[in-house]
């Protein structure tokens, strides 16, 4: 085993760990044994201080052209795509992906550095005539201030770039606060930056634990914004925070994301979009398919085939290019899901047609695995069926309609993502129109959202925000409207004019 990595804050410009601070271990679920890296736990005094820095550098870094703040980020681009292999490694090992997963999670991070390196040249704004003569109105995008951004461990180096860049790009400064299970990855994804050349200060990373430092955040009265990618819970708990001390919160949070399969579907397509959908990242994608909706009439065969498939998957270390299905994250998360099953068990008779137990053999006995899992059976009212359960479990519902199967997919607390798979584009159509969800795949599988387009969803999976994409900038900044009175004299407007004798 290699010597532990040291996963520091970085602070000003600067590398360091803070004096006498106790270290976290990062662990290969993939194998306990092994600690990728040690962090700081960092006290609260360590965020406060790394919003110092982000305040200092914001006035010299909200006056950068932004085609100069755009230069930085391509350049960040083109390390980490350099580092592509490197990184994807690290991901591996921190956070359990296979490897082509952990690349693909470098390379979501990539375009997202070429999206927000245009939009450089962009940021555009609107021009609108006067309703008064010799007059001009337009408006101009503004940095909101010092943002902080709290990231999970499921895309380290995505979520991170998709918050971090749209930031930048529009001249705001950051304190990042990783999470604890992905420390390094979180460190990587900095190291890019400050190797492009991000002036110091601009952009902070702050290691430890959500309860501390997320915490701190929160009671910061300089941070303005916080944008955080979380489970619902501590998404509202961040948001409540952030409306006692005037800042924005965007969230980002669980899902409970549905494949609907209609009579006509492409059966084997849809049994490659759920299997994918469902047990790619091992389930832990907020975007994951964790129901299947399926029409009756093609119910059994469809449970038939993707049993036998799922069944055949293999599991093993991320670092292994042989590995299709990685370990759970941490131990935590594997006894949730495990708990998961037992109450899919025990429930009102979902029936458990494939896996439902902890992985064993040679290649996964020294991390969290657990069988991809299908339940069929499986009734609107079940806890399986509503809540998130970010692991490798798939719900299967029978319906005998498209009406049926659309309700029972809205039937949810969240809305994040959804797919329906038919050959019909009326049903398509139709079904786009009534699914309650920020995203709709038509014969694709609920994961694999593209940088360029908004991303996010309605109810209890976030409050109204869009990520990635051009309306992302939204989440970071303001908008300033500009009148410019050209007449030479005082124009009143909200005023009737008729009325008034003298105006001219
Ligand atoms: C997440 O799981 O939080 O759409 C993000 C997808 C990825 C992003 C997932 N591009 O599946």
Known sequence: MTTPAKAMNYIDGEWSWPTGAAAIKSINPADTREVVCETPDSPAAELDRAVEAAAR?????????????????????????ERKQQIGEVIAREAGKPIAEGCGDVQEAIDMAELAAGEGRRLYGDTAPSELPNKFCMTVREPIGVCGLITPWNFPVAIPAWKGFHALICG?????????????????FVRALVDAGLPKGVFNLVQGRGSVIGEAMCRNSTIRLI????????????AAECGRTGKRASLECGGKNAEVVMDDADLDLAVDGALWGAFGTSGQRCTATSRLIVHEKVHDELVERLTARAAKLRL?????????????VNESQCRRVMEYIR??????????????RRASGEKVDKGWFIEPTIFTGVKRSMRIFQ???????????????????????????????SAVYTRDINKA??????????????NGPTIGAEVH?????????????????????DIFSEWKTVYIDYSGKLQRAQIDTDKILEQG
């Not at 159509?429 to 038509?442: F, H, K, P, Q, S």
């Not at 387009?453 to 900038?473: D, Q, S």
């Open 387 to 417: 809540e998130e359960i970010f692991g490798p479990v798939l719900s299967v519902v029978k319906v005998g309609s498209l009406e049926e199967a659309v309700e029972t997919l809205n039937d949810c607390a969240y809305g994040l993502s």
């Open 429 to 442: 159509l139709w079904a786009m129109r009534e699914i309650e969800a920020g995203i709709v795949y038509v």
């Open 316 to 328: 093993g270390p991320g670092i292994d290019p042989a590995t299709e299905v990685g370990p759970l």
């Open 453 to 473: 387009m908004p991303f996010g969803g309605v109810k209890g999976t976030g409050n109204g925000h869009r990520e990635a994409g051009r309306i992302g900038l």
């Open 343 to 356: 109450i899919g068990r025990d429930e009102d008779k979902a029936v458990l047609r494939c896996g439902g």
């Open 172 to 188: 705001n400064t950051v304190v990042l606060k990783p999470a604890s299970d992905t420390p390094l990855c979180g460190a990587e």
């Open 227 to 238: 944008s955080i990618t979380g489970s619902t819970e501590t998404g509202c708990h961040v």
């Open 57 to 81: 550098a914001y006035s010299a870094w909200r006056r950068t052209p932004p085609p100069k703040r755009a230069a930085i980020l391509r350049r960040a681009g083109e390390i980490l795509a």
